[in-house]
């Protein structure tokens, strides 16, 4: 069974840093480009990073931009969004999922930014 498991989540206070990952089951995560999304009340879910297949290549929105960081280890089969400065407006359910040929939503982690 294809899968992906998000973690990490939390209840932090602004500024706070949080590590999310996303363990990748069931296929070769190296194949893959993987993107964050996250969605929070009352808004559509938005993709925050990506990463290419190889680690080489990133993009993140420009509300993360300096804050957030993705990064991968294919032979754990994981990709991490390192979240710092964390402001309440990140405050939402985290996602992770392959760019093409996505797989169903997950349960994602919950991230809670409030002071």
């Known amino acids: 069974q294809l899968q992906l498991a998000e973690s990490g989540g939390g209840l932090v206070q602004p500024g706070w840093s949080l590590r999310l990952s996303c363990v990748a089951s069931?296929?070769?995560?190296?194949?893959?480009?993987i993107a964050w999304f996250r969605q929070a009340p009352g808004k559509e879910r938005e993709e925050v990073s990506c990463?290419?297949?190889?680690?080489?290549?990133?993009t993140s929105a420009d509300s993360v931009k300096g804050r957030f960081s993705v990064s991968r280890d294919n032979a754990e089969k994981t990709v991490y969004l390192q979240m710092n400065s964390l402001k309440p407006e990140d405050t939402g359910v985290y996602y992770c999922?392959?760019?093409?040929?996505?797989?169903?939503w997950g349960q994602g982690t919950q991230v809670t930014v409030s002071s």
């Open positions: 069931g296929f070769t995560l190296d194949y893959f480009a």
């Open positions: 999922n392959k760019v093409i040929n996505p797989l169903p």
């Open positions: 990463i290419s297949a190889d680690g080489g290549s990133t």
